[in-house]
């Protein structure tokens, strides 16, 4: 690709592959960390929040960082980050000290997604050059997704999810010395500076948020610090968006969201790759925590998840070039939302694989159909000078819809599970000890915990009605991201206008 250094692309592709392989690795291990830790109520879901949380708050910043101090710079940072956060969490005794390695591998990767995005950007000067090189890293992005099922299912399989950790953390160091030798710095500090009022009002509500929505199942959505952080939530976003607009060199420019194709591109990013991690999260619960299905056969559906954007990078980088992107954007939801939809109905019973994989595998195509051309299409009509901008904002509304993913679904799920545990329990026949005894565990990790229960156990004979609770949370989980993803496909079809040459005649003149 012209003006691009090969050393570059091949660095930023690797450092993506590796960042999502670390985000995307614990989903297979779910299982594996409800046996040894036992995790109770929502801790499941800290594990994967833990580390999109810094991702999607501090991804503004990092893009920052990298346009003042130099990308390359940032890149190896990352790396360091990224490596040290996943040999801490190897090593935890409990739970909370996974959360503590994911939220540093977490800020590793914040910085690692923009950046690598960002050096492909500022390095290509046409839009067809800089079309295939996203194609590139979207594709690697996707490969590091294929790669952490394998990953997360031999090593859990025949060795522990620790081992799962420690390679990734391997991986990072490759990163890392690949990074110092051969990538090629590059910065755009014109008019750029840290926008503190903005991050840390970013940073607040983002954690607010979070907590609210992962703890409401738990605590119960009454709770005074449930509700006092929604209300933090919304009062700390709104005062990002003010600080934004006052700010003299703000992390995100808000006249952005005034071209039609970046606002309906930004907008749909939150929505669909929350609908996609939401299915990729309900997924692993279902077939780890509530099937008991090894490590090994859980990566499978992660396959048909993440593998078609890897293949299809050929298609998707022409397609890029000769289909208007709300067409293109618009199949792909499509494609989602039928799979998710038919994964809905399929019963909890059904413990074979086959029954996944046409569901789970029209939600991959659609992924690789959505995920590169919201890329591209946020990226290419923005002005030149605000492409390091346009990346990291890309990468945080992606990687926000992400962390929404599973906090919102394993609200839903849980919240839907633990009602219908609850009504349907006192009715099921067991001896009232048993009832007790269930309703006790219930109440400390709801259906989850009563899933566990080891046969002989106080509570062990609620382990049906708890299953079959579960499968009806997880069912709903999926028709949400179903909907989701329908609206998403709707919402670009109809709001997203203009046709594939406008946006280039516009982006190109822009260069000049």
Known sequence: MQGLPVGTLVVASIAVMVAQISLATPATLNGLFQQDLHPVGSQLTWISDAFLLPVAALEL???????????????VIGGVLLTAGEFVASAAPVVQVVWVGQALAGLG??????????????????????????????????????????????????GSWRWS??????????????????????????????????QVTLAVGLIAL??????????????????????????????????????????????LFSNRAFAVASAVAVIGMFSFLGTAYATSIRLGPVQFQSPLRTAVPFLLLQGPAFVLIPLTSWLLQRVNPRWLLGSGFLFMAAGQFAAATVPIADTTLTSLV???????????????????????????????????????????????GPAVIGAVALGEAGARFTSTVAGAGLPAGEVDAARSVAGEGGPLAVNAIMPGQPGAAAHQVAYDALGHGFAVGFAVCGAAALFAAVLTVAAMRGGRSDNIVRREALIE
């Open 109 to 158: 990767a914040g910085a690692v997604f923009p950046t690598s995005l960002a050096m492909l950007v500022a390095g290509t000067h046409t839009t067809r050059d800089r079309s295939r090189s996203i194609a590139l890293w979207a594709g690697f992005l996707s490969a590091g997704g294929v790669i952490a099922p394998v990953l997360g299912g031999i090593t859990g399989s025949y």
């Open 358 to 404: 046409v569901p789970i595998g029209l939600v991959g195509i659609g992924f690789a159909l959505a995920v590169t051309s919201i890329t591209a299409t946020a990226v290419n009509t923005v002005p030149i000078h605000y492409a390091g901008m346009a990346s990291a904002a890309t990468s945080l509304l992606r990687d926000f819809g992400f962390t929404l």
């Open 165 to 198: 950790l420690i390679v990734v953390g391997i991986l990072g160091v490759v990163s890392i010395v690949l990074g110092l030798a051969f990538a090629t710095d590059s910065r755009a500090p014109e008019g750029r500076s840290l926008d503190w009022g903005g």
């Open 210 to 255: 979070l907590y609210s929505v992962i703890q409401g199942p738990t605590d119960g959505w009454t709770d005074t610090a449930v509700i006092a952080g929604f209300v933090v939530a919304a009062v700390f976003l709104a005062l990002f968006v003010v600080a934004e607009s006052r700010a003299a060199s703000p992390m995100l420019r808000l006249d």
């Open 61 to 75: 910043s990092f893009g920052v960082l990298g346009d003042l101090f130099g990308r390359k710079l940032l890149l």
